[in-house]
């Protein structure tokens, strides 16, 4: 399965520093066996797009309504005609700031996968949850509740614990690699065979030094990168140690 490695830059971006991200990407050698995503704040998809025309595009979130009197939202349809192909749906941080429920993130996953964008759908446990032993049960609880009718040919699970996002305490590669098989199981047991199809990615504090070690693992498809995606050295490097980990 080619990796997948997508820049999640939440609400930090200029015009400035698209140019300037976009002259160092094209600074560096073309990478083969990954597939690279930036989602950046909507405002930005099109400066994005232009900049940088054969990286991915996608949203950091999407309405689950189609059109209408819903001030201030972008529907799926619109991300698709901007140019996206891709969009973060349930990041812990909609879920925590946006009281974004599972029932909430199922809908905005079909409203993508509906039209034919890939929905990559956020789980992940808190750190209570871990220490109490329930990290298990809590995602694939999630997991389960957050995805309906979605073709998992376009889903894409980002497997991101809260307590490592944004913290510099990333999971290890086994903590992140056995959540990433009970993943796997939960979506075997809603898709049969097809789950096999659908790609399993990490998000938590990955960085340029630890990305090699947790692409390494067979379970982990490729990475949600927050934090490290805002220079276009530190994503390039990740990327890179997501095409080795492929080969
Ligand atoms: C994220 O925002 O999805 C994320 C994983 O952030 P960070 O890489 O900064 O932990």
Not at 86 to 110: D, L, M
Not at 179 to 192: E, F, N, P, Q, T
Request: net charge negative; charged share 15%; aromatic share 6%.
């Amino acid at each position: 399965m080619t990796g997948l490695v997508i820049a999640n830059w939440k609400m930090n971006a200029s015009s400035a520093a698209v140019k300037v991200f976009a002259d160092k990407w094209h600074g560096m050698p073309a990478l083969t066996g990954v597939e690279t995503v930036i989602c950046p704040p909507a405002p930005y998809l099109s400066a994005v797009a232009a900049a940088m025309p054969a990286m991915g595009l996608g949203a950091q979130d999407v309405s689950a309504h189609g059109v209408g009197a819903f001030t201030g939202e972008v529907s799926a349809e619109m991300l698709r005609d901007l140019g996206c192909q891709w969009a973060i749906v349930g990041h812990s941080e909609r879920r925590t700031y946006h009281g974004e429920s599972n029932q909430s993130v199922a809908a905005k996953a079909s409203a993508v996968a509906s039209l034919g964008l890939n929905p990559v759908v956020c789980v992940g446990e808190a750190l209570a949850d871990r220490d109490q032993g329930n990290h298990e049960q809590v995602v694939s609880e999630q997991l389960r509740a957050s995805l309906d009718a979605v073709d998992p040919e376009k889903l894409v699970v980002a497997y991101e614990p809260i307590w490592a996002i944004g913290t510099g305490v990333t999971a290890s590669a086994d903590q992140a690699n056995q959540m990433h098989g009970v993943i796997r199981a939960g979506l075997h047991d809603m898709y049969g065979r097809e789950s096999s199809q659908v790609r399993v990615i990490y998000g938590g504090s990955v960085k340029a030094d630890n990305a090699g070690e947790l692409f390494a693992c067979d379970e982990i498809d490729g990475a949600l990168v927050g934090g490290a995606s805002l220079e276009a050295e530190s994503f390039w490097k990740i990327a890179q140690a997501a095409s080795a980990g492929s080969q």
